[in-house]
C-alpha cells in the first residue's frame, strides 16, 4: 500500500482514478483479502469497541500525509450520512459483521470541487456562496450495496466518491485512504433516494457531520508486514 501511496505522491490524483489497473493494485487487493480483524490484535473488548451510548470509535493504524488506515466500529444501526471523499481513493474492508453503503456518482466533478473550495475558504455565508451550497450537486444515484464480512468496496476520486454506510448488527469497518482524510463535506439526502437505480438527485451540501472518538494504537508491528 505504501508503493501505491507513493506513486499518488508522484503522480498526483489523475493515478487514483485509475488505481485498480496500476501494478501493485493486485497485492494491495490480497493483502486486503488475507487480513482479519484477529490479525489486530486489538486490546479492547467488545462491549466498549460497540457501546452504542458513546460516539463511534475509530482505531488509527496508520496517519501519514499520503496513506491512512485505521478500523471504525459501529453499533447497530450506527453509521455515517452521506459525505465525500475529496480526490481520494477509499478501500473498504469489512472485518466483522455487515455494512449497507449508499453511493452516488457526482455528474459535474469541477462543481463538486467549486463546492469544496468555498468551504475551505471560509465563504459559506457569502450570500452567491450560500445559494450554491444550497442548490448543491446532481448526482447519479448507484444504490445501496451490502458489505458482509471478508468484502471489500473500493471508490476514487471519480467513482463512488460519494456515499453513507449504516451497520446491520456490530460492524468493524476498516478504511484505506490514498490520500491520508484531512477533512469531508457531508450532504442532506433528499428522502426518494433509492427509490430506483440510477435516477439523478440533488445533494445540499451541509456544514456539520457525524463526528467519532479516535483512539491512538501501536501497531508498529502490523504496520512492518504491509
Request: with cysteine; net charge neutral; charged share 30%.
Amino acid at each position: 500500500m505504501r508503493n501505491m501511496a507513493s506513486q499518488y505522491a508522484k503522480k498526483g490524483v489523475p493515478y487514483l482514478e485509475n488505481i485498480e489497473s496500476c501494478s501493485h493494485f493486485p497485492k494491495f487487493k490480497e493483502a486486503l483479502d488475507n487480513l482479519k480483524l484477529a490479525d489486530l490484535n486489538i486490546p479492547y473488548d467488545r462491549k466498549y469497541l460497540y457501546n452504542p451510548d458513546e460516539p463511534l470509535k475509530y482505531l488509527k493504524i496508520l496517519d501519514e500525509e499520503n496513506l491512512g488506515m485505521g478500523v471504525f466500529f459501529f453499533p447497530d444501526g450506527k453509521g455515517f450520512h452521506a459525505h465525500d471523499h475529496p480526490n481520494m481513493f477509499v478501500a473498504t474492508k469489512i472485518l466483522d459483521g455487515t455494512l449497507l453503503s449508499h453511493s452516488y456518482n457526482p455528474l459535474d466533478i469541477e462543481r463538486q470541487k467549486y463546492l469544496h473550495k468555498i468551504i475551505a475558504e471560509g465563504r459559506e455565508n457569502e450570500p452567491e456562496c450560500a445559494k450554491d451550497l444550497e442548490e448543491g450537486l446532481l448526482v447519479d444515484d448507484l444504490g445501496t450495496k451490502e458489505i458482509k464480512t471478508g468484502q471489500t468496496g473500493y471508490l476514487t476520486p471519480v467513482d463512488r466518491n460519494v456515499h453513507s454506510v449504516k451497520a446491520v448488527g456490530e460492524c468493524a469497518m476498516l478504511d484505506v485512504f490514498i490520500p491520508n482524510y484531512s477533512h469531508r463535506h457531508f450532504y442532506s439526502v433528499p428522502k426518494n433516494a433509492g427509490e430506483k437505480k440510477d435516477q439523478v438527485l440533488r445533494l445540499k451540501m451541509k456544514l456539520k457531520g457525524t463526528t467519532f472518538n479516535s483512539i491512538q494504537l501501536n501497531y508498529e508491528e502490523f504496520k512492518n508486514k504491509n
